[in-house]
């Protein structure tokens, strides 16, 4: 009896080890985290937020073309507007096929909003990019993410709305679309119901 409960006491103890040791990688795998993904995601430190091994790399990218399509609408130099713009779509394309690798080719089911999101965005600047060069590629190609980003989100009526308004118009590529793509009163390439703000456009997964 006594060899038994001696047995159980050390059986007690490597337990406790266990469950200390597996709480304490927890603790550190939290800190590594938020060193090496949330804290330089909150100070708009993309690159390294997205280049971090235990971050979402797809949320870091995303937010990092909308930083950058915003400055194309606001930037009053041509060539640093035509860098931004490619930056932009550079970073939300390698956003999407990172879900994609994360999915094994597909979006997971808890990926499609963020995945709509980011074909949301690039259907803006094709069809924003496409209206200002009068290009009628791009306006479809736009328009094909757009249909993307319902294919994954049903819900999105701003996508509802661009497509409808784009297919209204016979001459798409030689008018002017004086409210651009999204709701009526929204500014182009930024709906109300978009997320994606920044550091702050989704929950970086450890509450902040």
Known sequence: MS???????????????????????????????????????????YGKAASSAVGERAIALYDHGLIEWRRVQTDKDRSAAQADLSASQNDLNAAYNALLEEGGGTVDDGSKKLASDIQFTLGNIQVMVGLSQQDVKLIQSGVQNYEECLRLDPDNLAAKYNIELLEQSNEVNKQNNPGGPGKPGDKPGEPGSQPGQGGAGHNHGDGT
């Open 3 to 45: 060899k038994f409960k001696t047995h159980l006491f050390r059986l007690r103890i490597v337990a406790a080890a266990v469950v200390f040791f597996l709480a304490l990688a927890t603790v550190a795998l939290g800190a590594y985290r938020y060193v090496s993904w949330t804290a330089p995601l909150d100070h708009g430190d």
